[in-house]
T-cell receptor, first 112, second 115 residues
Framework: DAKTTQPNSMESNEEEPVHLPCNHSTISGTDYIHWYRQLPSQGPEYVIHGLTSNVNNRMASLAIAEDRKSSTLILHRATLRDAAVYYCILRPPGGGADGLTFGKGTHLIIQP | EADIYQTPRYLVIGTGKKITLECSQTMGHDKMYWYQQDPGMELHLIHYSYGVNSTEKGDLSSESTVSRIRTEHFPLTLESARPSHTSQYLC??????????????FGPGTRLTVT
């Protein structure tokens, strides 16, 4: 399976934008890029996903490099509630067990 | 906001007891999953289901069993709990993939402690 590489941790201040990078240099042409986050003592939460084009939703934006070898999750205005571990994963088109496999992710720390 | 519920949220039980962890979703999703996660560790898929009367084992071997009699309900049962079963159990659901992988929605989890 294609793997992703993320920084272990990042720190940001409240109400500032946060850019969380993810490298996936071995991504296949059909893999989707999904982002999840997990707040302390909670289940994972879907954030956003994309294939080729940049994507926006109410939680975040996803910027995908033209060669698809990297992507960036953008939180436009971080709050204390955004402190979590963020996981970037690659998922092939449908079928199969489709269990999510998270790496170590990026631990995002938000300073008040 | 995802509508997937798990009960109980916390359970402390003695060795040898039979337990059932409940999971329900109101989104009409056909696909449901059970994951196991120890604190600070990775998620492991232990069971999944494509729909009613479908159950499959996941990547991590588990002594638990599951059933899917109704679309919205996917309970997990341990016939005889042991201390090694102490963990967090997370239930999730998603639409069936139709050419692209859909997002999974997770419940809050059940933190099980077997003494």
């Amino acid at each position: 399976d294609a793997k992703t590489t993320q920084p272990n941790s990042m720190e940001s201040n409240e109400e500032e934008p946060v850019h969380l990078p993810c490298n996936h240099s071995t991504i296949s042409g059909t893999d989707y890029i999904h982002w999840y986050r997990q707040l302390p003592s909670q289940g994972p939460e879907y954030v956003i996903h994309g294939l080729t084009s940049n994507v926006n939703n109410r939680m975040a934006s996803l910027a995908i490099a033209e060669d698809r070898k990297s992507s960036t999750l953008i939180l436009h205005r971080a709050t204390l509630r955004d402190a979590a571990v963020y996981y970037c994963i690659l998922r092939p088109p449908g079928g199969g067990a489709d269990g999510l496999t998270f790496g170590k992710g990026t631990h995002l720390i938000i300073q008040p | 906001e995802a509508d997937i519920y798990q009960t109980p949220r916390y359970l402390v039980i003695g060795t040898g007891k039979k337990i059932t962890l409940e999971c329900s979703q109101t989104m009409g999703h056909d696909k449901m999953y059970w994951y196991q996660q120890d604190p600070g560790m990775e998620l492991h898929l232990i069971h999944y289901s494509y729909g009613v009367n479908s159950t499959e084992k996941g990547d991590l071997s588990s002594e638990s069993t599951v059933s899917r009699i109704r679309t919205e309900h996917f309970p997990l049962t341990l016939e005889s709990a042991r201390p090694s079963h102490t963990s967090q159990y997370l239930c999730a659901s998603s639409e069936v993939d139709k050419g692209q992988p859909y997002e999974q929605y997770f419940g809050p989890g059940t933190r099980l402690t077997v003494t």
